[in-house]
């Protein structure tokens, strides 16, 4: 099969899909791998390194879209790339297909196989999305940075550094889910030697992250009473909670805005607009921050993208099994075999293989398991 990696569009997307090393695991597949001239360069992979594994490169990104059978990329197709999908290109990548209906409905006239990354599923209970738990990870690590940033007086924070410091009472962090995201900047916030508090509603979890982290991280069940305390004491509020789409209540209001310390902060990993946070939008590195009530808010919506090295390198070790399946056995033969690529399938044939958003959209849903009996 012919496999194509284009640079990534997106405003500050710096990952890329393939590493050298997974070029050359395609070629010892028997299969040819084409990629846009500077793909890497983001993430620190150089054209040459590429070359030397293996690969074709290619001057323009219509080149290699038009080239090859399976697209493989890291974010969602933007507007400016519609005009390349078509019935026979498999496309792999995050699709986000719930928040994006336009490009939805793109990949559905196009009548293209479609497979969305975040929604592939694993057995291990503790990584039921695996492609997530990478980036979850670095993203919360990522946003405990940003508040360490933040916090610092020269950018116009209350001055303080988010460590154990003699003369000073150690910060408090507050983490509001205690998933992949919230385990990394628990992670974090601990061995710097914060306060750290955690809270989630399952109990499981909690106990299990209890076992992983130091003892400077206490558990709480996620009560709108201890979300109250929270607010009051932190010097910084994370959020990592998965969010469910269509609830319309929040976690935190507007107006618990005004109980929190003045320079006291919210970095909302899970950035949902009008989330668990009610006064949160999504925000981009170039533009990172915005206050509400006096209290900054911190949403960038690709976190993982400012460690783009290692992003990449998990990306595109983690994706590869599924993208050499695919490669190996054809899309058809790929999905019937498994049941947890097949979770990630979102369009085939101009039909909505993803229940999650044909129940969001109110259209029609193809389930996979009885599209596969007919194959
Ligand atoms: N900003 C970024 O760049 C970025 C990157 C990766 C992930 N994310 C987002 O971060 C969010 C969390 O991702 P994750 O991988 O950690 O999810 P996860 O499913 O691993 O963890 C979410 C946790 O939230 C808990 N939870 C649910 N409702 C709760 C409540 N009311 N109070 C407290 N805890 C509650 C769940 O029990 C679970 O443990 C997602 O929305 C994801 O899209 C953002």
């Known amino acids: 099969m012919k496999v194509g990696i284009v640079k990534e569009i997106k405003n500050n997307e710096n990952r890329v899909a393939i590493i050298p090393a997974s070029v050359k695991e395609f070629l010892a597949h028997g299969h040819e791998v084409y990629i846009e001239c500077g793909a890497g360069l983001g993430s620190g992979f150089r054209d040459e390194e590429y070359a030397a594994a293996g690969a074709i490169m290619v001057e323009k990104a219509e ?18 790339e519609y005009k390349y999908v078509r019935k026979d290109l498999i496309i792999m990548t995050y699709i986000h297909s719930n928040a994006h209906r336009e490009e939805t409905q793109v990949l559905l006239d196009a009548g293209c196989p479609s497979i969305a990354l975040e929604d592939i599923t694993s ?10 738990a990478n980036m979850g990870e670095l993203a ?4 405990f940075l940003a508040a360490c940033y933040y916090a610092q007086s020269v950018h116009g924070g209350p001055g303080i550094l988010l460590n154990n410091v003699i ?11 205690c998933g992949y995201t919230g385990m990394g900047a628990a992670e974090l916030a601990s061995s710097f030697g914060c306060t750290v508090r955690m809270m989630d509603l399952n109990f499981e979890t ?6 992983l982290l130091p003892d400077n991280v206490s558990f709480r069940y996620s009560s709108r009473a201890a979300i109250e305390d929270c607010l009051k004491d932190s010097d910084v509020i994370i959020n990592c909670v998965l969010w ?3 609830r319309k209540d929040h976690l935190i209001y507007r107006e618990d805005l005004k109980t929190m310390k003045p320079g006291a902060m919210i970095i909302d990993v899970s950035c949902d607009d009008g989330g668990a946070v009610e006064t949160c939008h999504s925000t981009t590195h170039d533009d990172p921050v915005y206050y509400e009530e006096g209290i900054l808010h911190y949403a960038v919506d690709n976190i993982p993208s400012a460690f783009s090295k290692n992003a990449s390198v998990r990306f595109s070790c983690d994706s590869l099994p599924f993208a050499l399946a695919v490669a190996d056995k054809g899309i058809k ?6 049941k947890h690529l097949r979770d990630g399938l979102t369009t085939f044939d ?14 029609e849903w193809a389930n996979p398991e009885e599209l596969i009996k007919e194959w």
Request: proline share 7%.
């Open 63 to 80: 080149d290699v879209w038009n080239k090859v059978d399976l697209l493989y990329k890291v974010k969602e197709i933007l507007p400016s």
């Open 123 to 132: 057995d291990n209970p503790h990584r039921r999305f695996p492609l997530v």
């Open 140 to 143: 919360g690590k990522g946003g």
């Open 167 to 177: 003369g000073s009472d150690a910060p408090i962090i507050s983490i509001i889910g």
């Open 206 to 211: 909690m106990e299990r992250a209890q076992g």
């Open 244 to 246: 469910p789409k269509t």
């Open 333 to 338: 033969q790929a999905l019937k075999d498994d």
């Open 350 to 363: 101009g039909k909505l293989t993803l229940r999650e958003t044909a129940e969001k959209f109110g259209v």
